[in-house]
C-alpha cells in the first residue's frame, strides 16, 4: 500500500459477541458465481504439502466477529491451533477495554507516562502511524476519544452531545503518540486521549496467521477474519485464483456486487451496512470523521481495498472512505500493488486501473463507471 517511491524503505517496518456472515464470498469452484464461506515457532523441514479439495476448516467468535480459516492441506490440526491461539493472544494485547491490555495500559497513563509494551503492539502502532501520515490523518488511531462518546456497535450506543464532541475533538492528534523503539514504550503526550487499533489490528492480525501457515509449509488456505480476507496461493479447481466476492453494501449478509480473481492477496471492506446508530430517524454508521467527531455522510456506500499484505489494505479501507470516490482513485493509483472498488450509494462501481480488466460484474442493479 506504500508510496511507490517508498517501497522498499517503508515494507521493512512489517515484521515477522455475535456471529454475522463474513462481508466476502470465495469459492473453489469452477461455477462463476461467488459463494459465501463462512507464540510457538513452526519447523518446516518437508517437502510441498499436497493440496486438497476440501479443507480443514474451523471457526470461531472471535474480534467481535466471525472468524474463519480453512487449510487446503491434510494433517494440519497443530497450525490450526496455533493460528487460533494467535489471535486470542492478539486480541488481549489489542482490546480497547480489556483491564490490563496493552491498548488499556497506554489509554489510562495517557499524559503521565510511557507504558512499555508487547513487540506487537509496538509494532502495531507503528505501522498505523504509518498509515495515518501516508493517509494525511484521515485514518488516525487517536480517534477513540470521540468513539468511546457514540459507542456505535455497542449497547450504550448513543449520539453525543456537541460539547462532548468538541471536548473529543481536542484529543485527536496521531502527533502526539510517541513511540520509543529502544525501549519498546508508547506514550499519549495528553491526558483524556485514547488511541483505537479497531481500524487496523484485523488486518495486522490477518498478516501474523498468513506467516505461522507459511512458516508450517501451507500454501493454499482462506482466513477471513469478518471481512478481512486473505486468500493463500490459488484455488484447487482454478489455477486463475480464488473467486472473491466484493460486497452488496445494501445487504448485510452475502450479496455480492461483482468478483475478481486474486491470488496471495488481502481483501478487505469498509461499510455502512453493519453497525450503526438510529436515533430520531437519523442512521448513523460507526466509520467516523475525524475532523468533525461525526460519521461521515458521504457518496460512498462501500470501499473494498486489494492489497498485498492484510495490514496495508485494513488501514487504508477506512481512509479510502474518508477521501471519496474521486480523491479516493488518485490516492490508490500512487500506491504500489493496491487496487480498490468504490460503490456509490447509487449503485454505481468506480474501480481502479487495475482491476477494470478483472472485475466482472454478477448484479444487474449495480453498474461498472468506465
Known amino acids: 500500500m506504500l508510496k511507490k517511491e517508498k517501497v522498499q524503505k517503508l515494507s521493512l517496518l512489517l515484521m515477522s459477541t455475535l456471529l454475522f456472515v463474513p462481508t466476502f464470498a470465495i469459492q473453489a469452484e469452477?461455477?462463476?458465481?461467488?459463494?459465501?464461506?463462512?507464540g510457538a515457532s513452526i519447523k518446516n523441514d518437508q517437502l510441498p504439502l499436497k493440496v486438497v479439495k476440501t479443507p480443514l476448516s474451523r471457526t470461531e467468535s472471535l474480534l467481535h466477529t466471525a472468524v474463519q480459516i480453512q487449510i487446503y492441506h491434510e494433517n494440519q490440526e497443530e497450525v490450526m491451533d496455533l493460528a487460533f491461539d494467535y489471535i486470542e493472544r492478539m486480541e488481549k494485547l489489542f482490546s480497547t477495554n480489556l483491564e490490563g491490555s496493552d491498548v488499556y495500559r497506554i489509554n489510562h497513563a495517557a499524559g503521565?507516562?510511557?507504558?512499555?509494551v508487547a513487540p506487537?503492539?509496538?509494532?502495531?502502532?507503528?505501522?498505523?502511524?504509518?498509515?495515518?501520515?501516508?493517509?494525511?490523518g484521515k485514518f488516525d488511531i487517536t480517534i477513540g476519544a470521540v468513539t468511546n462518546?457514540?459507542?456505535i456497535g455497542d449497547?450504550?450506543?448513543?449520539?453525543?452531545?456537541?460539547?462532548?464532541?468538541?471536548?473529543?475533538?481536542?484529543?485527536?492528534?496521531?502527533?502526539?503518540?510517541?513511540?520509543?523503539?529502544?525501549n519498546q514504550t508508547v506514550k499519549l503526550a495528553e491526558e483524556g486521549m485514547v488511541i483505537?487499533?479497531?481500524g487496523i489490528s484485523k488486518g495486522y492480525i490477518g498478516s501474523g496467521i498468513v506467516k505461522y501457515l507459511k512458516a508450517a509449509g501451507v500454501n493454499t488456505a482462506i482466513v477471513n477474519l469478518g471481512g478481512n480476507v486473505i486468500v493463500m496461493g490459488t484455488s484447487p479447481s482454478n489455477e486463475e485464483g480464488w473467486n472473491v466476492g466484493v460486497q452488496d453494501p445494501d445487504e448485510v449478509r452475502g450479496a455480492v456486487v461483482g468478483t475478481v480473481r486474486k491470488k496471495d492477496y488481502a481483501v478487505i471492506t469498509s461499510g455502512v451496512y453493519e453497525r450503526y446508530l438510529e436515533v430520531d430517524g437519523v442512521r448513523y454508521h460507526d466509520i467516523l470523521d475525524p475532523k468533525t467527531g461525526y460519521p461521515l455522510d458521504n457518496e460512498i456506500s462501500g470501499v473494498t481495498v486489494f492489497a498485498p499484505e492484510s495490514v496495508d489494505g485494513d488501514g487504508l479501507s477506512t481512509s479510502l472512505f474518508l477521501f471519496g470516490i474521486e480523491e479516493g482513485i488518485e490516492f490508490v493509483?500512487?500506491?504500489?500493488?493496491?487496487?480498490?472498488?468504490?460503490?456509490?450509494?447509487g449503485h454505481h462501481v468506480y474501480l481502479t486501473s487495475g482491476l477494470k480488466d478483472k472485475f466482472k460484474l454478477t448484479n444487474e442493479e449495480y453498474k461498472v463507471v468506465e
Open 155 to 182: 449497547e450504550a450506543a448513543r449520539k453525543p452531545e456537541q460539547s462532548e464532541i468538541d471536548a473529543g475533538l481536542k484529543k485527536i492528534d496521531y502527533h502526539k503518540v510517541i513511540l520509543d523503539e529502544k
Open 112 to 116: 503521565k507516562e510511557a507504558v512499555k
Open 30 to 38: 469452477e461455477s462463476t458465481e461467488a459463494e459465501v464461506v463462512t
Open 333 to 345: 493509483e500512487s500506491l504500489e500493488g493496491v487496487e480498490a472498488a468504490f460503490i456509490d450509494k
Open 196 to 198: 483505537e487499533l479497531g
Open 149 to 151: 462518546l457514540w459507542r
Open 120 to 136: 506487537e503492539t509496538f509494532e502495531l502502532i507503528q505501522k498505523a502511524l504509518e498509515v495515518s501520515e501516508l493517509s494525511k
